[in-house]
Nanobody
Framework: QVQLVESGGGLVQPGGSLRLSCAASGSIVSINAMGWYRQAPGKERELVAAITSNTDTNYADSVKGRFTISRDNAKNTVYLQMNNLKPEDTAVYFC??????????????WGQGTQVTVSS
């Protein structure tokens, strides 16, 4: 069984910063891609940023230059550093990871979500 636990969300003023963390635990053989998605009220869930096992990264156009994704493989953890936050970044942020649990089994896992609110 695998769990993804997120932390670091909260309320921040426009222009501020937050750092999200997501730690994976359980029966993990290896973690392939990891990423962050977000869902604002009334909107579809969208990809914010992703990072491969080779640390190649991909960002949504709306966050390029402001957000940075990174990972610590020794800790099975992915981070999202968010700078210069805007009200339109307000959403629930979800961690995602493609994880091998052995016996050729590779599955998609999701965290429970953490709220980020950008408001003055």
């Amino acid at each position: 069984q695998v769990q993804l636990v997120e932390s670091g969300g909260g309320l921040v003023q426009p222009g501020g910063s937050l750092r999200l963390s997501c730690a994976a635990s359980g029966s993990i053989v290896s973690i392939n891609a990891m990423g962050w998605y977000r869902q604002a009220p009334g909107k579809e869930r969208e990809l914010v940023a992703a990072i491969t096992s080779n640390t190649d990264t991909n960002y949504a156009d709306s966050v390029k230059g402001r957000f940075t994704i990174s990972r610590d493989n020794a800790k099975n953890t992915v981070y999202l550093q968010m700078n210069n936050l805007k009200p339109e970044d307000t959403a629930v942020y979800f961690c995602n990871a493609l994880i091998s649990t052995g016996w050729g089994k590779v599955e998609d896992y999701w965290g429970q979500g953490t709220q980020v609110t950008v408001s003055s």
